[in-house]
């Protein structure tokens, strides 16, 4: 865990007009919380079989504290920071513990949780419940500065990588490919080692449905969209918030999967990853991931929904659109990722 | 990828491994929309290669890369930007082995958007890491897509914003 970086002034914000807020906050477009379509927090079971026993207890407990902080999220953290280990430092920093806390964080947050006189980091009965302790602070100082974009939980564990005033300044997840990283290897773990996995036959549905949710409500923006929803994008979609046509579908399988299939960022490396199962167009089935331009320089996604329908992010100045099936132009070909994305990527 | 982004893609490899060049190309006011659109992504691999380059021998930690790039090929607002740091595994390893970060760059491709009538363009590139030591050990490390807001300066094209993506698959 990083030292959190000092925070700007809240007196120079509010000292600003009240117009230039108004268009600030126009501009900069949603908060943490009302993004269009964003699936509700699922509360996964924990995988009791994947945790330390002597872990099992104490972080039971503590994830009843708040509902954006689960078990598997607390277990992935403890597995990144120290890989279950209660001794670990860092001479660097001086982290120490399950929970890699430094300091001055223990200083502030650190309890005698399980009453033996000592608030030690290194000793798991304190450790575990510090750290949702911390994480439920971030979660609630983070779902106060409206300006954020981004999830609240993925905005949370970046603050608790980098700090909230990094948060703070950047206005979502700082660009520095440790932090984005971490926030990816955090969830990843938290879906899959950590949860128990969610039915299969319910996947290709609840995909579709994740793309559904963004179609005629959430805008194109190149750049843009991360696993857990829309994001600012890039020239010229620089004040939009929204998807690429990469993006969107990368999302809907995150989200539909539970975090079980993650497809790579481009469309053109979906390709590559998908390729070993081209799907005929005459077979196609929900879920199938229509392609456009040419082996080496793929250019486009859509997902198949079924009934020569697909959901794609068009182009900029656009909102996710349902269409029908375009077959011309330099269409490609379709692959079908579910289950074979989930064994071989 | 094509030829073109082949040879730039090892083309700026072989500049940052030789230390190799010292300014941007340069944003001539009007030029055909291809020459922009190769211009603002070399400029984008050229940073995003700089940026993730750490070299674990003689840097202080993992932002010291990404500073060196924002300077060498960013606006001043750049700078600020990627200033900080988050906890980073990465560089315990590259730390433990005395290693550095050998990348190359490819474009991204999706949906091309336009070039745009303003000062600002937009280039998306994949950078692909591997950790490397003299001693012959090496290890991969997750790629990640730098999406780059690509300013044109009177010193050239300069980066003024960057968003990055994870890309791994699982």
């Not at chain 1, 126009?26 to 924990?46: K, N």
């Not at chain 1, 997902?303 to 020569?308: A, H, Q, T």
């Not at chain 2, 790629?143 to 300069?158: E, Q």
Request: net charge negative; with cysteine; hydrophobic share 40%.
């Amino acid at each position: 865990m990083n030292r959190p970086s000092p925070l700007p002034a809240i007196g120079a914000i509010a000292a600003l007009p009240v117009a230039m807020l108004l268009v600030l906050l126009l501009t900069m477009g949603a908060t943490t919380t009302a993004l269009p379509g964003r699936p509700a927090p699922v509360a996964a079971q924990l995988n009791e079989a994947a945790i330390p026993t002597w872990a099992l207890a104490p972080l039971s407990v503590a994830a009843a504290a708040c509902p954006e902080v689960t078990a598997p999220l607390l277990a992935a953290q403890i597995h990144v920071e120290s890989s279950w280990n209660p001794d670990a430092y860092n001479t660097g920093s001086q982290a120490t513990g399950l929970a890699q806390f430094i300091p001055g964080t223990w200083a502030e947050f650190g309890r005698d949780h399980n009453g033996d006189g000592t608030a030690n980091p290194r000793d798991p009965a304190d450790a575990i419940p510090t750290q949702t302790r911390y994480m439920c602070h971030l979660v609630d100082l983070l779902r106060g500065w409206t300006s954020l974009t981004g999830q609240l939980v993925d905005l949370a564990l970046a603050a608790y990588n980098a700090g909230p005033g990094n948060v703070r300044r950047h206005n979502g997840i700082p660009p520095f490919p440790e932090t984005t990283l971490y926030v990816r290897k955090v969830r990843d773990l938290a879906t899959t080692t950590y949860a128990l996995a969610p039915p299969a036959d319910d996947l290709i549905t609840a995909v579709i449905a994740a793309a559904q949710a963004h179609v005629g409500r959430t805008p194109y923006a190149w750049g843009g969209g991360t696993l857990t929803g829309p994001s600012r994008g890039m020239p010229p979609d620089t004040h939009v918030i929204g998807f690429d046509c990469s993006s969107l579908v990368r999302h809907a399988f995150h989200q539909g999967s539970n975090g079980t299939i993650t497809l790579p960022r481009t469309a053109q490396e979906q390709y590559n990853a998908t390729r070993n199962n081209p799907i005929p167009v005459d077979q196609l089935q929900p879920g199938d991931l229509l392609f456009w331009g040419t082996g080496l320089r793929v250019h486009h996604v859509a997902l198949y929904v079924g009934e020569g329908q697909m959901i794609e992010a068009p182009r900029s100045g656009t909102l996710i659109t349902l269409a029908t099936v375009r077959l011309s132009g330099d269409h490609l070909g379709a692959t079908r990722p579910s289950t074979a994305a989930t064994s071989s990527m | 990828m094509d030829n073109h982004w082949r040879s730039t893609a090892i083309a700026v490899t072989a500049l940052i491994a030789a230390g190799g060049y010292s300014s941007p190309p340069p944003a001539p006011p009007a030029r055909p929309v291809a020459d922009i659109r190769s211009a603002v992504t070399e400029t984008c691999a050229r940073f995003a290669v700089a940026a993730v380059s750490i070299d674990a021998t003689v840097d202080a930690d993992s932002s010291a890369a990404r500073l060196r790039a924002a300077r060498e090929y960013g606006t001043s607002g750049l700078v600020d930007q990627v200033a900080g740091h988050g906890t980073d595994p990465t560089w315990s390893l590259l730390h433990e082995h005395r290693a550095r970060i050998r990348a190359t760059a490819e474009p991204v491709h999706d949906d091309p958007p336009p070039v745009l009538d303003g000062s600002d363009q937009p280039a998306g590139v994949i950078v692909t890491r591997t950790a490397v030591a003299e001693n012959g050990w090496q290890q991969s490390l997750p790629s990640l897509v730098f999406y780059c807001t690509v300013r044109s300066t009177p010193a050239g094209w300069r980066i003024s914003q960057v968003n990055i993506a994870d890309t791994s698959s699982s």
